[in-house]
Every structure is written in C-alpha cells, then in structure tokens.
C-alpha cells in the first residue's frame, strides 16, 4: 500500500514540474500574489543544506499554492469586503555542489519557470507564464546543528503581460536552519529584502515600493509521516508612486500564521502541506492560503 502511495506522489511531483505551473516564493508580480509573503512557501528542514558531499545532487522542488480571500486589509488595519481565487506554484530545478579548497561550504544554481491563474471577484480571469527567476546559494554550519544561508535571486521581465508587472526585480536573503534537542525540534527562518523595479503593467509605470520579510517554521520530528510544524510569516511593503500621474502608492504590511504536516514518503521524496491565514496588515490582502511542498532529490 505504502508502495503505490509513493507512487501516486511522484507522479503528481513529475506531472506538476512538467507542465511547469509555477509562482515562485515571492514573485508578487501581479495583484493577487501580494497575498503570498515572499518565501512563506518555506517548509520544515527548508534551509538544512548539506556540506561535505562528493557528487553534485540535483534537486527537483514543486511548492503549490491555493488562495481563496474575500477581505482585504484596509489602511486603517481594519478589514474590507475584496476578493478572488488563485492557484499558482513554484517548479524549481537546484544544483549542490562543492568547490574544491572551500572546505565546510556548499552552493547552489536554482531555476524557475512559473504559470499562474487568477480568477477576480468580478469574474475576471487570466492565466499564462509568470516572469522566470534564478538565484545563487552559498551556505556553511559554523556548528554541528546549525546551517545559515546566503541567497541572491533575480526576478527576469519576460512573464505574460496580462499577469505580471514587467519589473526586473532583486532579492538578498539570509536562511538558517537550527537542530534542537537532537533534532526532534527543527527550526527554519529567513530575512530578506526584496528591491523591486519599475512596474510596466497595463501602459502604466510605476515605482514599486521595496520589501522587508521574515518567515519562520518550528517543526516537532515524531516519526516519518507525523511532524506538525507551525509557521510565521512577515512582510512590510514601502510606499511607490505611479510615474503616468504622480501619485502615491500606500505602503503596506502582512502578517500570517499557519498550522501544518511534514512527511518523508520515501528516502529521495518529501511532501509537506499546511494553512495559513492572515490575523494582521494594511494595504494587503486578508491571507487564506494552503500550500504544499514536494522536493524530489537524484
């Protein structure tokens, strides 16, 4: 039984990176995503990268991501009615390798190509390729127990016009992965910051404000199929400026927490899946998300 359940999981990994429908961790390139904080995508064991190893290990990574919200935050902090659905997940490919005389180190090329769909609360609908993104990792464990991670990411202007905002957009992220109490607690966190460029979306240029963000995850190791984890999630937007008229675009902030599940299904594939729902913010989307994570390792 156990045997074609992991099948019927791989399946669905394969299937999902091949039809490459993806939304990277933090695209927020079009409206909707700006209910997805940048890297919230993040599950248990996310930043426990190995050092040491010989051969390269090629990863393939598919994180999926479903949003149903009727309320936004308001400017005030206080919820108002707008909504809309969306599907969207991030299809990675990542490389870890070693470089010879760099001993306790390792690093990664990651790549994405992504698809979205939206549908508005006026029945509006619009699915096609989002802008592809790559990034560099390099990572060290000054102790045993502890693994902290260095990433540059870029965000390429070449997605489809009726969904993403034609900026080229960068990110800088510092990851850690911490083992507590011999591993049965695992604790995953970042913080970024993402700069984003002008906006070209719909003949309107805007300068889009720059992102803070932190996310968290604290995971209890039971047994392979049983690993609750609970997760935090933070962003503050700065203010931009629509460049046709000049005028001000709000700052903003979002804040969610979630409730989830980490399963190791075979010794190469892993799947996580868990809630998170918004309980502060302005200028943002209310955040009712579910997500999932498979990460195939060969």
């Not at 390139?29 to 599950?43: C, D, M, N, R």
């Not at 790549?111 to 769909?117: A, D, N, T, Y």
């Not at 960068?170 to 993402?194: C, E, P, R, S």
């Not at 404000?209 to 392979?224: A, E, I, K, Q, R």
Request: net charge negative.
């Amino acid at each position: 039984m156990m045997a074609a359940i992991n099948k019927v999981f791989f399946l669905c990994l394969v299937t999902t990176f091949l039809l490459v429908s993806g939304l990277t961790k933090a695209t927020q390139s079009f409206a909707a995503t700006e209910g997805i904080i940048p890297y919230s995508v993040i599950g248990t064991n996310e930043y426990n990268l190995p050092v040491g190893f010989d051969e390269p290990i090629n990863l393939l990574l598919s994180y999926n991501v479903w949003t149903n919200t009727n309320q936004n935050w308001g400017p005030d902090g206080k919820k108002v009615s707008s909504g809309y659905d969306l599907f969207a997940s991030v299809n990675k490919f990542a490389r870890l390798f070693t470089i010879d005389g760099i001993d306790n180190w390792g690093f990664l090329w990651e790549g994405v190509l992504s698809l979205g769909s939206l549908t508005t609360e006026a029945g509006d609908n619009a699915t096609g390729l989002l802008d592809p993104q790559t990034g560099v990792v390099a990572w060290t464990k000054p102790v045993p127990n502890w693994t902290t991670c260095f990433e540059y990411w870029m965000y390429l202007p070449f997605g489809d016009d009726s969904l993403t905002s034609g900026a080229l957009s960068h990110a800088v992220t510092w990851m850690n992965n911490v083992q507590l109490f011999d591993g049965k607690i695992v604790v995953d966190m970042d913080l970024g910051y993402k700069i984003r460029g002008d906006a070209r979306a719909g003949g309107v240029k805007s300068e889009q404000g720059n992102s803070l963000f932190t996310n968290w995850v604290v995971t209890y190791m039971h047994n392979p199929y049983f690993n609750p984890s609970i997760h935090f999630d933070y962003e503050a937007s700065g203010s931009g400026k629509n460049k046709n008229t000049g005028a001000t675009i709000a700052s903003g902030e979002n804040m969610q927490v979630g409730i989830g599940n980490s399963m190791k299904l075979t010794d190469r594939l892993l799947f996580d899946i868990w809630y998170s729902y918004g309980i502060d913010g302005r200028n943002s989307p209310v955040t009712n998300n579910v997500y999932t994570r498979f990460i195939w390792s060969f």
